[in-house]
């Protein structure tokens, strides 16, 4: 799947949520911190972003991938290929959107890390904002990292769980899989 289908995937996943969608008082702004460099990082942003969506207690989800400086197509020939001046303005716009959001929702599916999202978490950390995760695989055949491991306020093993989690009420939950 290339980069501008999967924009347009999310594109249609935000059309499909009726308009009359209640928000609960108080909804927050999520940055959606996720990969979506192979099949399975894909999968899990699509389903996490299908259940955010619905979820009332969300007000505002920002994507990344929907916000890419200049609408620039960076794959060349199936490579990931951005230029400079794409990258840093890319970069400035990611940090930027986590200070303006009110909390950071991270994807980690165990077989597939992105290291951006980890650098995502990590920043959110540092910048004293929640961040809830959704971890997917066999956690204790593939590892998550301490630090994305202990980063998490909280988190989920399955994308709908996204549709109904208390984001006004973030609740601690010890993470129990496999570290490396």
Known sequence: MTVTDVIE???????QVPASTKKDLGAKSIYLAAGWFDELQTTLLLDAYRALLQNPTIAHIHVPLLHQYGGE??????EFSPNFEWATMTYKSDVKAIDNSDLV??????E???IG???????AVASHKPVITTYTGDLNITPIN???SFGADSFV???KELTNYNFLDIT???YSGAII
């Open 157 to 159: 093993l399955d994308p």
């Open 73 to 78: 197509e960076f794959i060349e020939d199936g």
């Open 105 to 110: 929702v991270a994807l980690f599916p165990a």
């Open 146 to 148: 301490l630090m994305i």
């Open 112 to 114: 597939s890390q992105d």
């Open 117 to 123: 999202t980890a650098m995502e978490v990590g920043y």
């Open 172 to 174: 601690p939950r010890k």
């Open 9 to 15: 995937q999310l594109n249609t996943i935000q059309m």
